[in-house]
Nanobody
C-alpha cells in the first residue's frame, strides 16, 4: 500500500510561486503519481502526473508551462512546483497513486489518494 500525504499548501499572491510535496508510506517505485485539484463547485481536475519508472511527465492543459513535477528518489517524494499562479489555481490539491501504465488523466485509475492540501491564490 502506498498512501500519499501532502503537507504544505498555503496562501500566495497572484503571479507568485508555491511548491507542494507528496510523500508516501510505501515506495513510489513502479507507480504513477498524479496531482489533481478541485475548486469549490467544480469537478476534480487533472493537473499532472509522473511515471516513477520512466520519469515521463504529463500535464493538464490549464497548467502546462507553469507547473512542473519533479521527484526525489532518496526522499521518496514528488513535488509540484507551481509558477505564475492565478486566482483560478485556487483549489484543494490532491496527490494520488496508481499502477504503472495507467492513463494519467483518468481519475478512476488511481488507487490511493491523499487528503488534499489547500492552495489559495490572492488576486
Amino acid at each position: 500500500q502506498v498512501q500519499p500525504v501532502e503537507p504544505g499548501g498555503g496562501l500566495v499572491q497572484a503571479g507568485g510561486s508555491l511548491s507542494v510535496s507528496c510523500a508516501a508510506s510505501g515506495r513510489f517505485s513502479g507507480y504513477t503519481v498524479g496531482w489533481f485539484r478541485q475548486a469549490p463547485g467544480k469537478e476534480r481536475e487533472f493537473v499532472g502526473a509522473i511515471s516513477w519508472s520512466t520519469g515521463f511527465r504529463y500535464y493538464g492543459d490549464s497548467v502546462k508551462g507553469r507547473f512542473f513535477i519533479s521527484r526525489d528518489n532518496a526522499k521518496n517524494t514528488v513535488y509540484l512546483q507551481m509558477n505564475s499562479l492565478k486566482a483560478e489555481d485556487t483549489a484543494v490539491y490532491y496527490c494520488a497513486v496508481g499502477p504503472q501504465g495507467i492513463e494519467p488523466k483518468f481519475i478512476a485509475g488511481y488507487n490511493y489518494w491523499g487528503q488534499g492540501t489547500q492552495v489559495t491564490i490572492s488576486s
